[in-house]
Structures are given as structure tokens and as C-alpha cells.
């Protein structure tokens, strides 16, 4: 597989079963390099597979992947040593404070000048908001300190990517608001690839997503051009009035490919699916503005909730439950 | 900010990344816990107490009762050297296999449970190193403390009751023994655990191997001179300076070196094919 440079990981047909269960069915992937790509998926798509299998900790069944240009088979050793991988539930040593662990962890990357590495494991307590805990066994952290724990021993080593596997699931909204803080922070440092199913979360920091389904992605790209929905770009319109023959008029122009009507409390809502969205923009409104009896009270390009997208996909990809 | 230019980055060997790094940790888990003087005070405290009654205590009371085993050995004190060496050679080669058992059955389990041996993986280790590195810090610190100190405890005693140093060469000899058969049972356990995933199957191999080798031994003589069950028995004699056929006693010997050094290979190749 050859190595664009554009794409911090891409995989082909990479594919996992564990006996009977095909965890991952061919799954490709490109994620590009500097993102923050949010890999979505209902409980058991198959997200800590893949994570995994990038990261060498499981081998795949068949299909190749590359990270940083390097195989995740073959040279899984140069690959984790620029990556940062928070787990879905962080361990750390027990028997050390959150310093210590720090510690030992940079000393996987760094032998020296250990001041510098001190320097820099302080850095990261502060960066997580753990400075006045770093003495402390982590035996007592609670799930909030752990996960931002988790996340300063993952970026310690200055990594060009982050792996983080549902790293606010089990968090109260104050701890996932730190967490994604934190995210947002470290941005512009490394690319982050994390998964969720929090869709909130993903809207508010990705801005590149995937939708893993079965073992299969279902839907990947920058976020904008999922959240248009599969309909493409569509408007709504709320019109007052009669409408006269504005259906069959829109229905005539090659762009609009599809519309409908509704009607809410006397208003007649119409929602137009597009197919050139610049056109769209210069003449819809004002093909509507031409209709005499009609008034326009709204007038807008929808915007999907990504909650609505995913469910979409989930559903139509044969996952009802 | 610390820049990244800042810091060297280790330069080590693919094949054995991270290996120094997880030494330091499992030498810190023996030596920085309470660990180590538990254990420091557990052999040395068992095994001395033991030997003390055999040396102080129980000639006297046997030769006070008239025991046969007292002039059959020769008095008093010879009757005394006799079963402390039977004590610490013999019983004490199967309680310190029983300990390098009980020590490391969860070295690598409970890490893979916890999910500790997943996040040092995900860092630039190669998986070997983190086998090695246990097997390593464990063979110190079984050496030092279950081995070593008791055995120091012991030749102090021997030389208050005798007055004199005790001869050191077959004395060193017969804890030589021990050593070997102490390790084939670490490297054993260490290689069960990189195969089974609880630990009743872990214990119940490598505990039975110890209990009850010795009956199947006697069934199946042949692999008296394969395993290392006879060892125990040959260390005592070896320190009390008694001439063993040299078969005998190499070829268990030699053979349980070679077990050890298998288990060695099949625990970190069965390592490396680990999923996580």
C-alpha cells in the first residue's frame, strides 16, 4: 500500500475475526494528518478492534494498514513510538503517584537530560489540571483524574498522533468538558484519533468523522459533508399564503432534485433537496420571492443534528435495535 | 514549554525495547514495596528456624530419648548437621519451589487482567522485553531473598554449632542445586501464565508438579534424570560432601537447566502471538 503523506493512518480490507465473529469487514480508512477525527459507532461496531490493530496489540485476520507510512504488522515498535494511546478504561501502576507514572512512561521515549524529562512530565500535570495531585498514589484518583491521567501519560512523548478510546464515555459532563477542553488544546500539536459514541462530543470537536457499523465504516469524511445528510444539501422554506404553482415550477429546475410539502399550523413547509449548491443559493430564494400570493417567513439551509445522521445510517445499514 | 529537541530519545535495540525501563519497574515492585522484607523475614525466619531446632534443640532431645538415629549417625552433633541438611537441602529445595511458585503465578496475570500490560504495550516495547524483564527482577529477587539470605542464616548456624566454618565448597555446591531447581518452577510458572488465563490451572500444574513428582517419579523412574525432582535430595547430599554417580546427578541437573531455558522460549513466543 503505498504512503501519501496527507494521511496520518490508512488501512485497506483490513479485516478481524475472532472465531466465528468478524469484528472488522474490510474496513479503509484515511485519516488525514493534523484532524481530530472522531470514530463513531453504537457499542460493539467494532471501535477498540481497530484501535487495537492499529496499534499491535491485535493482530489483523487479513487486509494492511499503515501508520506514518509504516505497517502496523511489521513495524509496530516505530509506530508507538510517535503515538499516544489513551485506553478506554487508563490503568496505571498503582504502587507509583501520577509523577512517578509519568516518569516511568517518558523513559519508554526519553533518556535525558533528566531534568528536562521532569520538566516535561510537570508540563503535562499541568496541562491536565493534576499539578496539586501529582504526589499522590493514583490508587485513589477518581474516574475524572484518571482519564486526564491517562491523557498527560499518552502526550508525554510529544506524539504525532493520539489514539484515544472513548476517552469521556464514563465521565460526568464536567469531566467530559475538561476532557474535550483538553482535546481542543492539543490539537494543534498532533493529529487525534478517538472513539466515541457520545455524538455531542464529536460535533463540537471533530472535524473529520467516521461511522463504524458491524465491523464495516458505513460513512467517513469531514464532518460539514456528513452532517448534509445523505439527501445531500437541502433548504427548508416556510411560506404563508398560496403557494400556486411553485411546486411544479421548482420540480422544472435541473438543480433541485427532490421537494416536499408540509403543513404546520397554516404554514406550508417545504423542504428542497439540491444538487448545485452555489445555484441554489443565488436563485431558490428568489424563485420562491415570485410566487405573489405566497409570503416567506423562513427561509433556510437545514442543518442535520449529527444524533439524526448517525441513526440514519445505523438504521439503514440494517441496525434496528 | 519543554520543546521535544530538548530530550534525547532512547536509542535501544527493536528487538528489546523498553527492556531497561521495565526492569527498573519490576526490580521496583521486588525492592520499593513491602514486599522484599516480608520476604526477608519470611525464608531466612522459616528456614533458619527450622535448621536452629535441628541443630540446637533436637539432638539433645533425641539423644536424651535414646533415639538409635542419634548413634547410628554417629552422636549428637553429626545426628544434628544430618537433619538440618535434610531440613534446608531437601525440604527446603520443595518449600522455596512452593514460594518461586506462589511469587510469580500473577506476575503477568494480573497485569493482563488489569489491562497494565495492554497500556505498556501500546508504548515502543517489544514484547519480549516485557516477558524478560519479569523473568529477570524475579530470578534477583528469588536469588537474594528466598535463596541467598536463608542460606547465609543457615551456614552462620552450622558454623555457632560447630564452632568452626562448615566446608563452604559443598555447602555452596548443594545451594547451587537448589538454585536450579527453584528456577525451572519460576520459569515454569512463568511460561503457564503466558498460556492460561486464570490462575487454578497455573497453580495446579506447577504445585502438582512439585507435590507430587517425586510419586511419579518413582513410577516412571526414567524421568528421575529428566526432571527436577531428585534435585532436592542431591543438594543435601552434595553439601554433605557424599560422592553422587556423576549421572546421576548431571543429568537432571543439566536437564533441568534446559527445561528452564525452554520455558523461557515458549513464554515469550506464546507472548508474542498474545492478543489484547
Same mark, same amino acid.
Given at each position: 500500500?503505498?504512503?501519501?503523506?496527507?494521511?496520518?493512518?490508512?488501512?485497506?480490507?483490513?479485516?478481524?475475526?475472532?472465531?466465528?465473529?468478524?469484528?472488522?469487514?474490510?474496513?479503509?480508512?484515511?485519516?488525514?494528518?493534523?484532524?481530530?477525527?472522531?470514530?463513531?459507532?453504537?457499542?460493539?461496531?467494532?471501535?477498540?478492534?481497530?484501535?487495537?490493530?492499529?496499534?499491535?496489540?491485535?493482530?489483523?485476520?487479513?487486509?494492511?494498514?499503515?501508520?506514518?507510512?509504516?505497517?502496523?504488522?511489521?513495524?509496530?515498535?516505530?509506530?508507538?513510538?510517535?503515538?499516544?494511546?489513551?485506553?478506554?478504561?487508563?490503568?496505571?501502576?498503582?504502587?507509583?503517584?501520577?509523577?512517578?507514572?509519568?516518569?516511568?512512561?517518558?523513559?519508554?521515549?526519553?533518556?535525558?537530560?533528566?531534568?528536562?524529562?521532569?520538566?516535561?512530565?510537570?508540563?503535562?500535570?499541568?496541562?491536565?489540571?493534576?499539578?496539586?495531585?501529582?504526589?499522590?498514589?493514583?490508587?485513589?484518583?477518581?474516574?475524572?483524574?484518571?482519564?486526564?491521567?491517562?491523557?498527560?501519560?499518552?502526550?508525554?512523548?510529544?506524539?504525532?498522533?493520539?489514539?484515544?478510546?472513548?476517552?469521556?464515555?464514563?465521565?460526568?459532563?464536567?469531566?467530559?468538558?475538561?476532557?474535550?477542553?483538553?482535546?481542543?488544546?492539543?490539537?494543534?500539536?498532533?493529529?487525534?484519533?478517538?472513539?466515541?459514541?457520545?455524538?455531542?462530543?464529536?460535533?463540537?470537536?471533530?472535524?473529520?468523522?467516521?461511522?463504524?457499523?458491524?465491523?464495516?465504516?458505513?460513512?467517513?469524511?469531514?464532518?460539514?459533508?456528513?452532517?448534509?445528510?445523505?439527501?445531500?444539501?437541502?433548504?427548508?422554506?416556510?411560506?404563508?399564503?398560496?403557494?400556486?404553482?411553485?411546486?411544479?415550477?421548482?420540480?422544472?429546475?435541473?438543480?433541485?432534485?427532490?421537494?416536499?410539502?408540509?403543513?404546520?399550523?397554516?404554514?406550508?413547509?417545504?423542504?428542497?433537496?439540491?444538487?448545485?449548491?452555489?445555484?441554489?443559493?443565488?436563485?431558490?430564494?428568489?424563485?420562491?420571492?415570485?410566487?405573489?400570493?405566497?409570503?416567506?417567513?423562513?427561509?433556510?439551509?437545514?442543518?442535520?443534528?449529527?444524533?439524526?445522521?448517525?441513526?440514519?445510517?445505523?438504521?439503514?445499514?440494517?441496525?434496528?435495535? | 514549554?519543554?520543546?521535544?529537541?530538548?530530550?534525547?530519545?532512547?536509542?535501544?535495540?527493536?528487538?528489546?525495547?523498553?527492556?531497561?525501563?521495565?526492569?527498573?519497574?519490576?526490580?521496583?515492585?521486588?525492592?520499593?514495596?513491602?514486599?522484599?522484607?516480608?520476604?526477608?523475614?519470611?525464608?531466612?525466619?522459616?528456614?533458619?528456624?527450622?535448621?536452629?531446632?535441628?541443630?540446637?534443640?533436637?539432638?539433645?532431645?533425641?539423644?536424651?530419648?535414646?533415639?538409635?538415629?542419634?548413634?547410628?549417625?554417629?552422636?549428637?552433633?553429626?545426628?544434628?548437621?544430618?537433619?538440618?541438611?535434610?531440613?534446608?537441602?531437601?525440604?527446603?529445595?520443595?518449600?522455596?519451589?512452593?514460594?518461586?511458585?506462589?511469587?510469580?503465578?500473577?506476575?503477568?496475570?494480573?497485569?493482563?487482567?488489569?489491562?497494565?500490560?495492554?497500556?505498556?504495550?501500546?508504548?515502543?516495547?517489544?514484547?519480549?522485553?516485557?516477558?524478560?524483564?519479569?523473568?529477570?527482577?524475579?530470578?534477583?529477587?528469588?536469588?537474594?531473598?528466598?535463596?541467598?539470605?536463608?542460606?547465609?542464616?543457615?551456614?552462620?548456624?552450622?558454623? !555457632?554449632? $560447630?564452632?568452626?566454618?562448615?566446608?563452604?565448597?559443598?555447602? #555452596?555446591? +548443594? &545451594?547451587?542445586?537448589? %538454585? @536450579?531447581? =527453584?528456577?525451572?518452577?519460576?520459569?515454569?510458572?512463568?511460561?503457564?501464565?503466558?498460556?492460561?488465563?486464570?490462575?487454578?490451572?497455573?497453580?495446579?500444574?506447577?504445585?502438582?508438579?512439585?507435590?507430587?513428582?517425586?510419586?511419579?517419579?518413582?513410577?516412571?523412574?526414567?524421568?528421575?534424570?529428566?526432571?527436577?525432582?531428585?534435585?532436592?535430595?542431591?543438594?543435601?547430599?552434595?553439601?554433605?560432601?557424599?560422592?553422587?554417580? !556423576?549421572? $546421576?546427578?548431571?543429568?537432571?541437573?543439566?536437564?533441568?537447566? #534446559?527445561? +528452564? &531455558?525452554?520455558?523461557? %522460549? @515458549?513464554? =515469550?513466543?506464546?507472548?508474542?502471538?498474545?492478543?489484547?
Amino acid at each position: 500500500m503505498s504512503h501519501t503523506g496527507d494521511f496520518v493512518i490508512e488501512t485497506r480490507g483490513l479485516s478481524k475475526s475472532f472465531g466465528d465473529v468478524n469484528a472488522l469487514r474490510g474496513v479503509d480508512l484515511n485519516v488525514p494528518r493534523h484532524s481530530i477525527f472522531g470514530f463513531l459507532g453504537p457499542n460493539g461496531a467494532g471501535k477498540t478492534t481497530l484501535m487495537k490493530t492499529l496499534l499491535g496489540l491485535s493482530r489483523p485476520t487479513s487486509g494492511s494498514g499503515t501508520i506514518f507510512g509504516h505497517d502496523i504488522v511489521t513495524e509496530s515498535v516505530s509506530i508507538r513510538e510517535r503515538i499516544g494511546y489513551l485506553p478506554q478504561q487508563p490503568r496505571f501502576i498503582e504502587y507509583m503517584t501520577a509523577r512517578e507514572n509519568l516518569l516511568f512512561a517518558a523513559k519508554f521515549f526519553f533518556n535525558g537530560p533528566q531534568a528536562k524529562i521532569r520538566e516535561r512530565c510537570d508540563e503535562m500535570l499541568e496541562l491536565v489540571g493534576l499539578a496539586d495531585k501529582a504526589d499522590r498514589p493514583t490508587k485513589g484518583f477518581s474516574g475524572g483524574e484518571k482519564q486526564r491521567l491517562g491523557i498527560a501519560l499518552a502526550q508525554v512523548n510529544y506524539p504525532d498522533l493520539l489514539v484515544l478510546d472513548e476517552p469521556a464515555s464514563a465521565l460526568d459532563p464536567l469531566g467530559r468538558q475538561s476532557v474535550l477542553e483538553i482535546m481542543e488544546r492539543l490539537r494543534k500539536h498532533t493529529t487525534i484519533f478517538y472513539s466515541t459514541h457520545i455524538l455531542d462530543d464529536v460535533q463540537r470537536v471533530s472535524d473529520t468523522v467516521a461511522i463504524l457499523n458491524r465491523g464495516q465504516v458505513v460513512a467517513s469524511g469531514p464532518i460539514e459533508s456528513i452532517l448534509n445528510g445523505k439527501d445531500g444539501v437541502v433548504y427548508s422554506i416556510s411560506l404563508k399564503g398560496a403557494p400556486g404553482n411553485l411546486g411544479e415550477r421548482l420540480s422544472k429546475l435541473s438543480w433541485v432534485t427532490h421537494t416536499s410539502v408540509s403543513q404546520v399550523n397554516g404554514t406550508s413547509v417545504w423542504q428542497v433537496s439540491v444538487s448545485d449548491e452555489d445555484t441554489a443559493e443565488v436563485d431558490l430564494l428568489r424563485q420562491v420571492l415570485a410566487e405573489p400570493a405566497a409570503t416567506v417567513t423562513e427561509f433556510s439551509r437545514k442543518k442535520y443534528e449529527l444524533e439524526e445522521v448517525f441513526m440514519d445510517i445505523v438504521k439503514g445499514d440494517g441496525n434496528d435495535s | 514549554m519543554t520543546a521535544n529537541s530538548e530530550l534525547q530519545r532512547v536509542n535501544e535495540w527493536n528487538g528489546l525495547r523498553g527492556f531497561a525501563n521495565l526492569l527498573r519497574k519490576e526490580n521496583r515492585a521486588w525492592w520499593s514495596t513491602r514486599r522484599w522484607w516480608i520476604n526477608a523475614l519470611l525464608w531466612p525466619g522459616m528456614l533458619g528456624g527450622l535448621v536452629a531446632v535441628m541443630l540446637f534443640m533436637l539432638p539433645t532431645v533425641a539423644e536424651a530419648t535414646g533415639d538409635p538415629a542419634v548413634a547410628a549417625a554417629g552422636g549428637p552433633l553429626p545426628f544434628g548437621l544430618q537433619m538440618a541438611r535434610t531440613i534446608f537441602f531437601e525440604m527446603g529445595s520443595m518449600a522455596l519451589a512452593i514460594g518461586a511458585i506462589v511469587l510469580s503465578q500473577d506476575l503477568i496475570l494480573d497485569e493482563k487482567h488489569s489491562g497494565v500490560t495492554e497500556w505498556l504495550l501500546a508504548k515502543p516495547v517489544a514484547r519480549r522485553s516485557y516477558v524478560l524483564a519479569k523473568a529477570v527482577a524475579s530470578v534477583l529477587a528469588i536469588l537474594v531473598l528466598l535463596i541467598a539470605l536463608p542460606a547465609l542464616v543457615v551456614y552462620l548456624m552450622y558454623f !555457632a554449632r $560447630l564452632g568452626s566454618p562448615y566446608p563452604l565448597l559443598p555447602f #555452596l555446591g +548443594g &545451594v547451587g542445586i537448589m %538454585i @536450579v531447581h =527453584t528456577l525451572f518452577y519460576l520459569s515454569l510458572t512463568l511460561m503457564l501464565s503466558t498460556i492460561f488465563n486464570s490462575r487454578a490451572p497455573i497453580l495446579g500444574i506447577a504445585l502438582g508438579a512439585v507435590m507430587s513428582g517425586g510419586l511419579i517419579g518413582s513410577i516412571i523412574q526414567p524421568l528421575m534424570y529428566v526432571m527436577p525432582w531428585a534435585l532436592g535430595k542431591f543438594a543435601a547430599l552434595v553439601a554433605d560432601g557424599q560422592p553422587i554417580p !556423576a549421572g $546421576l546427578l548431571w543429568a537432571p541437573l543439566t536437564a533441568s537447566i #534446559l527445561w +528452564g &531455558v525452554v520455558f523461557a %522460549i @515458549v513464554a =515469550t513466543a506464546k507472548f508474542e502471538r498474545m492478543e489484547f
